[in-house]
């Protein structure tokens, strides 16, 4: 059985990415890719690096190519955008059974946390209850039956992925959880910035967004769903100097009292919190949990849909020490979309998305 889909957004980094992985997937046949800003242009003029994979033309968003006779169809737009586009296109879309999958962060948020946070009126509340959380590692129960997916953030993936475990048996403190979160600048998008350009990037390192970063209440959202208690967590982001990948190194001390296996002080013996990890992502085919006393690094996740995560717990101290490392636009990205699409198609979780990571 084979699908078909289009790629709405394919002329920024994400929506490429999922055209890089489309392209070679053995279920799906790619029939149309929009860039409304590059439309009429080849994709592959665009990017060269599909010059003889991809022989599409970009369309309009909104062109009929995109929509008539889709099976599915990915927003790889920047958030506020996906916004405005599904009140136009959602019910028709629905109607003919296209599903949709949202790369923007335009529907993970209730609507007072998505204003509060992004600046901007929240979609409508009747699309936004349409929408599953695809976080296919948590959620897939809900991802299989969606016909509207919000795909997570690229930080929120390594985060929840890391914290995910803890929370459910328990184990995050009733403080804040401290998040030392580090980016690629691939993570920002395609568009020229003075914050992204080569020169202020190169041999730099740097935080930003402090104490405002839009993926804070995400990421405080689902953890709530979770532990089943308010969560708040203390995130700050910064930028590498590279192109690709996400680490997060996640500070948990877990109070007294808090229902931890182990130790003293509910502080977990290292042995019993690689249990808990294995055995919370048996049989998820892309998150990694590495060896006592091994830590990833994000080249070892890029270019795949694997997320790494290795363990510390300081019995000193009393704090847990999670990192997670992803490639953004993969695992964070698309990747992920199409780990989405293979849950609701019912295809193996795996399919198109057996990436080998690249190294060096």
């Not at 998505?114 to 296919?136: F, K, M, Q, T």
């Not at 290292?270 to 080249?299: C, M, S, T």
């Amino acid at each position: 059985m084979a699908v078909t889909a289009a790629v709405i957004g394919a002329s920024g980094y994400a929506g490429a990415e999922l055209v890089r992985l489309l392209a070679r997937h053995p279920h799906v046949e790619l029939r149309a890719v929009a860039g409304s800003s590059r439309a009429g242009e080849p994709l592959a003029g665009v990017f060269p690096h599909l010059r003889g994979v991809v022989g599409l033309t970009l369309e309009e968003a909104l062109s009929p190519a995109v929509w008539e006779g889709v099976d599915f169809v990915f927003l790889a737009l920047p958030s506020g955008a996906s916004a405005e586009l599904l009140p136009r296109v959602l019910s028709r879309a629905l109607e003919r059974g296209t599903r949709i999958i949202d790369l923007s962060g335009d529907l993970r948020l209730p609507a007072e946390l998505y204003e509060a946070w992004y600046g901007r009126p929240a979609v409508d509340p009747a699309i936004r209850r349409e929408a599953v959380y695809g976080l296919a590692e948590l959620f897939p129960d809900r991802i299989r039956s969606a016909r509207l997916v919000s795909n997570p953030g690229c930080y929120p993936t390594a985060i929840l992925l890391g914290l995910a475990p803890l929370a459910r048996a328990g184990l995050l403190a009733s403080g804040a959880v401290v998040i030392d979160a580090k980016s690629g600048v691939s993570g920002a998008g395609r568009g020229v910035t003075l914050s992204t350009h080569f020169g202020e990037v190169n041999e730099n390192f740097l935080p930003y967004k402090v104490g405002r970063h839009q993926h804070t209440p995400e990421v405080e959202h689902v953890l709530e769903q979770l532990a089943g208690r308010r969560v708040t967590v203390a995130l700050t982001t910064h930028l590498l100097p590279v192109s690709r990948g996400i680490l997060a190194t996640l500070y948990v001390r877990p109070a007294s009292g808090d229902g931890a296996p182990g130790g003293p002080g509910g502080v977990p013996e290292p042995e019993d919190l690689h249990r808990l990890y294995r055995e919370f992502y048996a049989g998820r085919p892309f998150v990694r949990v590495l060896d006592p006393g091994v830590f990833p690094a994000i080249k070892q996740v890029q270019g795949s849909n694997y997320c790494d995560i290795g363990l510390h717990v300081d019995g000193r101290s009393g704090w847990i020490t999670v990192f997670a490392a992803i490639d953004n636009l993969v695992k964070g990205a698309a990747g992920q979309a199409v780990q989405n699409m293979n849950l609701m198609a019912g295809f193996d979780e795996t399919a198109g998305l057996d990436l080998v990571p690249l190294y060096p």
